[in-house]
């Protein structure tokens, strides 16, 4: 690990839970408080902004690599990671957070830590203290949503970290998955299964439910997509009671009330490109009159034992 400045820890909002459940727009509205900073999907910056030529874009809309926010943070990671490169890191990452023995060698490090795992957390942590030295903001927000980052990051007592599990309506997420993309020619697209979507949604909830556990009570929230896309203010209330900083005037009549702020965020959907003033919490309950009555029931059938602990139901309440 690396000695913090005057012993402060980094303060790390992580957003955790399966894809498509609205954690891009969390992100967008926790950053425009002027002393949080989104990092958007933070874990893929150094497969998408290290080489010139990998063209992934930043918010600001340059390209990851030619954007001067994050230029700068290459500079200071490199300063930071002693004896850690760009390319080892690139190795490390996987082995802690998305391949299918990750959750073993993370369990083997909760109390002896092999050389290689704090190799891992100093160059996690460097990539936060270089946003945050380059940034200059008190909170860093990290969507990666994967529970395995958020559990690795735990195990690093030099971040403070507040955990927020996004969940959402499976049945939201399968349809969110299987409707049609605009940008992609129909002959083309090929939807995600329900019967995949569903095996993920279980397994990333059920993952993310283990990490929530075992984390201080004080520092998690779990929070509902449904609750968040029809109750904003109140939801963004409750995280700044949560990280102790008020947040309530951030969101008013579902728009950002601060529209100045300028993002440097890392993956996520494309509304992270989106100006201040366009964005907009717009619910998506599209599946409550679309996605066909044999993969609900599919879903229910099959995940329904788990989404009832998060409150839903099978015949749903219409939030609308």
């Known amino acids: 690990m690396i000695n913090p400045p005057h012993g402060a820890a980094l303060k790390v909002i992580y957003i955790m839970g399966a894809g498509h459940i609205g954690s891009t727009i969390l992100d967008l ?15 893929k910056f150094h497969g998408y902004g290290w080489l010139p030529d990998e063209n992934r874009h930043c918010a600001c809309g340059l390209t990851v690599y030619d954007c001067h926010f994050w230029a700068n943070v290459r500079k200071e990671w490199t300063e930071l990671a002693t004896n850690i490169d760009a390319d080892r890191f690139m190795y490390l990452q996987p082995r802690y957070e998305r391949t299918l023995t990750a959750w073993e060698r993370l369990l083997r490090n909760r109390i002896n830590r092999t050389g290689e795992f704090s190799e ?9 203290r270089a ?26 007592p030099n971040i403070d970290l507040y955990l927020i599990h996004l969940v959402r309506d499976g049945r939201g997420v399968i349809w969110s998955l299987m409707k049609p993309n605009k940008k992609i020619p129909a002959k083309v697209y090929i939807p995600a299964p329900p019967q995949r979507t569903t095996k993920y949604w279980i397994s990333a909830n059920l993952q993310s439910a283990w990490v929530f556990r075992n984390i201080n009570p004080e520092k998690r929230k779990l929070i509902r997509y449904e609750d968040f896309a029809t109750k904003p203010s109140m939801v963004i209330s409750q995280i700044g009671e949560l990280i102790g900083r008020d947040l ?3 969101v008013k009549d579902a728009q950002l009330t601060n529209t ?42 099959r995940a329904g034992w788990l989404a009832r602990r998060f409150g839903y139901m099978q015949h749903q309440v219409d939030y609308r």
């Open 131 to 156: 946003v945050e030295r380059t940034g200059g903001k008190k909170y860093l927000v990290d969507s990666s949503l994967t529970p395995k980052r958020a559990y690795a990051q735990s195990l690093n």
């Open 120 to 128: 891992y957390l100093r160059g996690s942590e460097a990539l936060y």
């Open 248 to 250: 309530s005037g951030l």
């Open 29 to 43: 509205v926790l950053s425009s408080d002027p002393q949080i900073e989104s990092l958007g999907e933070i874990s």
């Open 260 to 301: 100045n702020q300028v993002r440097h965020t890392v993956g996520g959907n494309r509304v992270r490109f989106q100006k201040d003033e366009e964005i907009r919490i717009r619910p998506d309950f599209a599946w409550m009159e679309n996605l066909p009555e044999k993969d609900r029931k599919l879903f229910w059938r």
